[in-house]
């Protein structure tokens, strides 16, 4: 069973930046696509970020050009860079692989407001 712990998380000044970093356990990490997720107060969990296990990426429109997502399978590691961060941007951040039933992690909040 993989499990995932995401960190990086805080409050943050509109503006600004913030790296987020999940780290999974087990050996098999290499091989699945991983995203990154976000779940806002009274909203669904979207994804808005996915990266294949050969390191091509894809965003949502809402964050493309300011989140940047990477890997380093060495690590067993997913990261988010996230820059010019919006208050919209405020939600708790989440890892996992798309289309499979990987358990969640607790997540990591993320707060930007002046």
């Known amino acids: 069973q993989v499990q995932l712990v995401e960190s990086g998380g805080g409050l943050v000044q509109p503006g600004g930046s913030l790296r987020l970093s999940c780290v999974a356990s087990?050996?098999?990490?290499?091989?699945?696509?991983m995203g990154w997720y976000r779940q806002a107060p009274g909203k669904q969990r979207e994804l808005v970020a996915i990266i294949s296990s050969g390191g091509i990426t894809n965003y949502v429109d809402s964050v493309k050009g300011r989140f940047t997502i990477s890997r380093d399978n060495a690590k067993n590691t997913v990261y988010l860079q996230m820059n010019s961060l919006k208050p919209e941007d405020t939600a708790v951040y989440y890892c996992?692989?798309?289309?499979?039933?990987?358990?969640w992690g607790q997540g990591t909040q993320v707060t930007v407001s002046s």
């Open positions: 996992n692989a798309p289309g499979t039933t990987m358990s």
């Open positions: 087990g050996s098999i990490f290499s091989i699945y696509a």
